[in-house]
């Protein structure tokens, strides 16, 4: 009898009523109200009677350019707690390519798409698709402004209509056509990397797509971290002594991952400071009473693959799409050495999110509030509109494999370390 009325309690407490939409807005608002940055700006009585979507939304600082150029541009909220934590540990429903669709030809609306990159054994990557391959239609459908995101997450096996493009850039529609499910993919965020020697250079290059520690990082999997530490222990055994990071396609993750990449680069000492957070005041003076003052800032780690004493140069790579951990990983880098950027403006996230659920309370809802803002050693937080490169370039339509130093912006980087102009293939 003990036995079956514990397995009769088991059973109990695993099952939990859905929660309606009001008792969802109620969960909302009080973790809004204790966790949100800016919950000093929670409309007083905001209306319980929206859907928890738009419930969410009317609590939020929003950003406007001109009236609140410092308000929130980054929470959100989606209906499935589990794809929320799938999403940020780099589990997505995909073809397995990345892709960027631009107008062509330009000042027409339509659209075609350039594969940035192929996750390996993807159904993308089985179909032959390459980084730089285009494509113009889809399902037989010639994309377009209007018509572009139903296409490209219509669910089942995907057709891709294939184009070429020559040296001067000019995109010719083809015959050739690539097919690709969408399926749930765990994406490696190491995606390449390489050494260069030229001359008494000696140049690491890694292109770093995403800050996960691991492919299960929910349950604490630090397989990606310990990759890059080994990368680096190459790097450091080879040598090396300029790095050129990649994080043009990188638009963040976890910090506990960026800590670590900071640490294998940086040119640091014991007890130095990577980066400080700032909470709200309320969540603060519980923080503090719980975890004591280092709660608020992450010193750099004792990495034997660091590779920062022996490095000349460090050069990053970026784009648009570089934000977050990546901005925060320049940001935690500069008072330390001498951080060159390369690319384009960075997005401009200088603050922090965490993940709600409420699954135990029957919540099916998660949410990513801001709850930080971040600074440097030096309490810098100086790129809420980005970083700007040192030397600004796109790497246009054409694109070529990583490590190609046709690469516009791989080009500079090598140009700028050797000195001179590289216009030819070098050893590798």
Request: charged share 20%; glycine share 8%.
């Amino acid at each position: 009898m003990l036995i079956l009325a514990v397995g009769m309690y088991a059973c109990k407490e695993k099952t939990v009523e859905p929660a309606t939409d009001t008792q969802t807005n109620d969960w909302i608002l009080s973790n809004m109200k204790y966790w949100y940055y800016w919950n000093d700006k929670i409309p007083a009585n905001p209306d319980r009677n929206l859907d928890p979507a738009a419930f969410f939304s009317s609590l939020l600082n929003k950003y406007d350019k001109t009236t609140n150029p410092n308000g929130d541009r980054f929470s959100w909220i989606q209906e499935s707690a589990d794809e929320l934590e799938s999403s940020l540990n780099g589990k997505i429903e995909t073809t397995g390519m990345d892709y960027k669709l631009v107008y062509y030809p330009t000042g027409t609306t339509n659209v075609i798409g350039i594969a940035l990159y192929v996750q390996p054994h993807s159904p993308a990557a089985k179909a032959g698709f390459k980084r730089g391959n285009i494509f113009t239609h889809v399902n037989d459908q010639k994309l377009t402004a209007s018509n572009y995101n139903q296409l490209l997450r219509a669910e089942g096996t995907l057709t891709f209509t294939m184009a070429t493009i020559n040296d001067a850039g000019v995109v010719t529609e083809s015959t050739e056509k690539k097919q690709a499910a969408r399926i749930s993919l765990q994406e490696d965020p190491i995606h390449f990397d390489t050494l260069f020697q030229i001359g008494a250079n000696k140049i690491g290059y890694i292109v770093y797509h995403q800050f996960v520690p691991g492919p299960d990082s929910i349950d604490g999997s630090k397989a990606y971290d310990q990759k890059l530490d080994g990368i680096f222990a190459k790097f450091k055994s080879a040598n090396t002594n300029s790095l050129i990071l990649d994080l043009r396609y990188n638009g963040g993750g976890y910090v506990s991952s960026a800590t670590n990449l900071a640490s294998l680069i940086g040119k640091i000492s014991a007890n130095d400071i990577f980066y400080y957070k700032e909470y709200n005041q309320t969540v603060t003076p519980t923080l503090k009473k719980q975890y004591g003052d280092s709660f608020f800032f992450e010193k750099f780690q004792t990495k034997s693959q660091n590779i920062g004493a022996n490095l000349n140069n460090l050069i990053i790579l970026t784009s648009k799409s570089s934000a977050s951990a990546s901005e925060l990983l320049i940001n935690g880098l500069k008072p330390f050495m001498n951080v060159v950027l390369i690319g384009d403006v960075t997005y401009g996230k200088n603050v922090g999110s965490i993940t709600l659920t409420g699954k135990d309370k029957g919540i099916k809802w998660g949410m990513q509030p801001i709850v930080t803002k971040s600074f440097n050693s030096l309490k810098q937080s100086d790129y809420s509109v980005g970083f700007t490169p040192d030397e600004h370039v796109t790497e246009g339509i054409r694109l070529f494999p990583y490590g190609n130093i046709n690469d516009p912006l791989l080009n500079k980087a090598l140009s700028r370390i050797t000195g001179s102009p590289l216009t030819t293939h070098c050893n590798r």
